[in-house]
């Protein structure tokens, strides 16, 4: 298997511009976890799907944020409008089971950078 | 304050010695993993210990959790330059359906 799958891997943008980052996790795992690192606050879950159903979105920080999952293979994360806080590396990571009783796999990651 | 709390943040070591790196956290926890992070790359998981199990080994990975300090410890034995990286504990929180993960202790393994 490929592991899991992100696109772009880095991104640069204008404020106020939309961004999507993709993701395309690991066959037949049924949890799907969207993080973000920045060196103040570390990582954080933003949003987790099961069996592509959202499930927790609490970490999504505004509104500006949302995430989709319309199928088993395929997720994306969408920001719009951007700012320049934003800035971050946004890790996708897909799980069988339950994410949090079992080993995560994350993907490679998207440098997003704001401007 | 952070669940899970590294310590030390960084350590510098010497080729072929022992790191040790802990983790102390807050509240009650079904599991306690423990990923590395290479420069510019994803994490990787490296070992998950339950919360009735005391002591896990892989390969030159042994990590300990002690329940009644809250605490867990990661050794990497007879380490080498290509374990330089940030660990990450993480925790899962009992009734919380996530990990929750620490800052890291960034290892710098000089040759």
């Known amino acids: 298997d490929a592991g899991v799958i992100q696109s772009p891997r880095h991104e640069v943008t204008e404020m106020g511009q939309e961004v999507t980052l993709r993701c395309k996790p690991i066959s037949g795992h049924d949890y799907l976890f969207w993080y973000r690192q920045t060196m103040m606050r570390g990582l954080e879950l933003l949003i987790y799907f099961n069996n592509n159903v959202p499930i927790d979105d609490s970490g999504m920080p505004e509104d500006r944020f949302s995430a989709k999952m319309p199928n088993a293979s395929f997720s994306t994360l969408k920001i719009q409008p951007s700012e320049p806080r934003d800035s971050a590396v946004y890790f996708c990571a897909s799980s069988l089971r339950r994410g949090w009783d079992y080993e995560q796999y994350f993907g490679p990651g998207t440098r997003l950078t704001v401007t | 304050s952070q669940q899970g709390e590294e310590d030390p943040q960084a350590l510098s070591i010497q080729e072929g010695e022992n790191a040790t790196m802990n983790c102390s956290y807050k509240t009650s926890i079904n599991n306690l993993q423990w990923y590395r992070q290479n420069s510019g790359r994803g994490l990787v998981h490296l070992i998950l210990?339950?919360?009735?199990?005391r002591e896990k080994h892989s390969g030159r990975l042994r990590v300990t959790l002690d329940t009644s300090k809250k605490s867990s410890s990661l050794l990497i034995t007879a380490s080498r330059a290509a374990d330089t990286a940030s660990y990450f504990c993480a925790t899962a929180i009992q009734g919380a359906q996530k990990l929750v993960f620490g800052q890291g202790t960034r290892l710098t393994i000089n040759p």
């Open positions: 210990i339950r919360s009735n199990e």
